[in-house]
């Protein structure tokens, strides 16, 4: 079993910044990619950033770019996203993936594991 477990939602105001994290445990796996996706209430899901196994190659929705970084930190086995200047069309709730094969996607229906996400919201 894997899990993944989002942490460091919560309420800020626009303008301001909130780190996310994403911890897995259970079976060790080695995810090709893993990503950050957010989904506002009434819209589709949809990607802001996605990071290779080794950190060096990223991926930014145009609205995340520039204002957001995610990295990642092997040995704990941790995702993060960095946001900065957060907007209100920021407020989402937003997940942790992760997928085995070897391809980079922004597509959520190529990743197999997923977080239960961690709520969002920038107030303005």
């Known amino acids: 079993q894997v899990q993944l477990v989002e942490s460091g939602g919560g309420v800020v105001q626009a303008g301001g910044s909130l780190r996310l994290s994403c911890g897995a445990s259970?079976?060790?796996?080695?995810?090709?990619?893993m990503a950050w996706f957010r989904q506002a209430p009434g819209k589709e899901r949809e990607p802001v950033a996605v990071i290779t196994y080794s950190g060096r190659n990223t991926f930014y929705s145009d609205s995340a770019k520039g204002r957001f970084t995610i990295s990642k930190d092997n040995a704990k086995n941790t995702l993060y996203l960095q946001m900065n200047s957060l907007k209100s069309e920021d407020t989402a709730v937003y997940y942790c993936?992760?997928?085995?094969?070897?391809?980079?996607?922004?597509?959520?229906?190529?990743?197999?594991?997923w977080g239960q996400g961690t709520q969002v919201t920038v107030s303005s």
């Open positions: 259970g079976r060790t796996i080695r995810p090709y990619a």
């Open positions: 993936a992760a997928h085995t094969h070897e391809i980079v996607t922004m597509k959520a229906q190529e990743y197999e594991y």
